[in-house]
């Protein structure tokens, strides 16, 4: 008799999922305006990433500097917060650079209306 039930619980379940599909109103995940063609969906995207990895660089150089400031007397902090430094501003120059190149492309790629 257990078994009866769970098979008809399971029929009435399967019967019962074509159905519920149509409860459910599917949204675009990516907002895309109608007719916008992959490239210019491939710069949002590409902006987006470069903006987030500015915001890591321009982190890693106010903890490079916290390092620097709060070293005291230690020559090897002062050090490591020179190099964590030196190195957050070349990050942001391939940062700035490569937002250049890819502004640059997707111009050629994408033509404005």
Known sequence: ????FKTTL???F???APFSVYAVQLVDPLNLPPGEP???LAARLINALLGLVGIAA???FIYG??????AGI???NVKKGKTVMIWAVAG???????????????????PTS
């Open 1 to 4: 008799m257990k078994n009866f």
């Open 10 to 12: 399971l029929l009435l």
């Open 14 to 16: 399967l019967a019962a």
């Open 38 to 40: 992959i490239p210019a």
């Open 58 to 60: 321009l982190l890693s």
């Open 65 to 70: 500097g916290i390092l620097w400031m709060t």
């Open 74 to 76: 230690s020559a090897d």
């Open 92 to 110: 942001l120059l391939v940062i700035f650079s490569s937002y250049a190149v890819v502004t640059y492309i997707f111009s050629i790629l994408v």
